[in-house]
């Protein structure tokens, strides 16, 4: 039984920052990522890491400001969320999956956390 469970979220003013956590328990598993959902919006990708070897992929939106790391004695990845805009508001969902594929889809991943709230006002 794998659980994800993500912490961090809350109200913070445009150029601010929050880190995001996502607690993994149960079986390791390879791939790991964060995605996001805003009010009327489908769901999209931002971030994820391959759990051995550390590689990870950015959406465009938030390459540059945005860093997702992995802290393996922790079982924790993290979402290190710079320069936040108000577009950046949504409901930030970690997921995770047995293997890395590089993909930014959300169909590759199986395992997913409950979500927790960023809002970015202006």
């Known amino acids: 039984q794998v659980q994800l469970v993500e912490s961090g979220g809350g109200l913070v003013q445009a150029g601010g920052s929050l880190r995001l956590s996502c607690a993994r328990s149960?079986?390791?598993?390879?791939?790991m990522g964060w995605f996001r959902q805003a009010p009327g919006k489908e769901r999209e990708f931002v971030a994820s890491?391959?759990?051995?070897?550390?590689?990870?992929d950015y959406a465009d939106s938030v390459k540059g400001r945005f860093t997702m790391s992995r802290d393996s004695a922790k079982n924790t990845v993290y979402l290190q969320m710079n320069s936040l805009k108000s577009e950046d508001t949504a409901v930030y969902y970690c997921?995770?999956?047995?293997?890395?594929?590089?993909?930014?889809?959300?169909?590759?991943?199986?395992?997913w956390g409950q979500g927790t709230q960023v809002t970015v006002s202006s």
């Open positions: 997921a995770a999956d047995s293997v890395w594929r590089r993909s930014r889809s959300s169909s590759s991943y199986v395992y």
């Open positions: 149960g079986r390791t598993l390879s791939a």
């Open positions: 890491i391959s759990w051995s070897g550390g590689f990870t």
